[in-house]
């Protein structure tokens, strides 16, 4: 069974710093893993999808990196603004078109 | 373009009672799913589509019935509302499966509560 997890369950930091925020999952044999950002009474936006078979994947200010032999991933946010308030989640794929997705991570950006 | 559009955004059910939740997309995209997010469950799988006229159950599909009679639209029937399904109810589609290189759109959710 594949599980998803992310620690810690909420961040609050000081506007301008650089973060890391971690995912871990128990099966390493997954397709790809997928970030995503949920605003307040919003719905999941996708950031960045990393397939298997890369190690990074950037946006702008954001970086992902995935390690599947040790079951991690990162999602790097640079110079942090209070716009990046929000929860962000992380997927993988499993069986037919399900995302098991992690319990997320509430950021706080404060000014 | 709209994306993923979901109606209603909220609504209150009395125990028993039945509604659609409705779900259309722009993208022209083949595989929709449905997926409920409650605290501490996170986001679970309900149903999901791989074209129109082609479904099949997720992870918690009991009280729940879909169907796919276009490419654009996925609605969800609860047919007789219980307590237990107050959650908020999330739509996503996406272009190919969940294993490829294609991120998932999602649509802004419908909190739905039961009494």
């Known amino acids: 069974k594949q599980e998803v997890t992310q620690i810690p369950a909420a961040l609050s930091v000081p506007e301008g710093e650089n973060l890391v925020l971690n995912c871990s999952f128990t099966?390493?044999?997954?397709?790809?893993l997928q970030w995503f950002r949920q605003d307040p009474g919003k719905g999941l936006t996708s950031l960045l999808l990393i397939q298997s078979s890369q190690r990074e994947q950037t946006s702008g200010r954001l970086n992902a990196s995935l390690d599947k032999s040790s079951g991690r991933s990162t999602l790097y946010i640079a110079a942090s603004q209070p716009g990046d308030s929000a929860t962000y989640l992380c997927?993988?794929?499993?069986?037919?078109?399900?995302?098991?997705f992690g319990q997320g991570t509430r950021l706080t950006i404060n000014p | 373009n709209a994306g993923v559009t979901q109606t209603p955004k909220f609504q209150v059910l009395k125990t028993g009672q039945s509604m659609t939740l409705q779900c259309a997309q722009d993208?022209?995209?083949?595989?929709m799913s449905w997926y409920r997010q409650d605290p501490g469950m996170g986001l679970r799988l309900i149903h999901y589509?791989?074209?129109?006229?082609?479904?099949d159950q997720g992870e918690v599909p009991n009280g729940y019935n879909v169907s796919r009679s276009t490419t654009e639209d996925f609605p969800l029937r609860l047919l007789s509302a219980a307590p237990s399904q107050t959650s908020v109810y999330f739509c996503?589609?996406?272009?190919?499966?969940?294993?490829?290189?294609?991120?998932?759109?999602f649509g802004d959710g419908t909190r739905l509560s039961i009494l």
């Open positions: 997927a993988v794929p499993r069986g037919a078109q399900k995302l098991v």
């Open positions: 589509s791989v074209g129109a006229g082609i479904t």
């Open positions: 996503a589609s996406s272009s190919d499966w969940t294993g490829s290189n294609q991120p998932q759109h």
């Open positions: 099966d390493s044999a997954i397709y790809n």
């Open positions: 993208m022209n995209h083949e595989y």
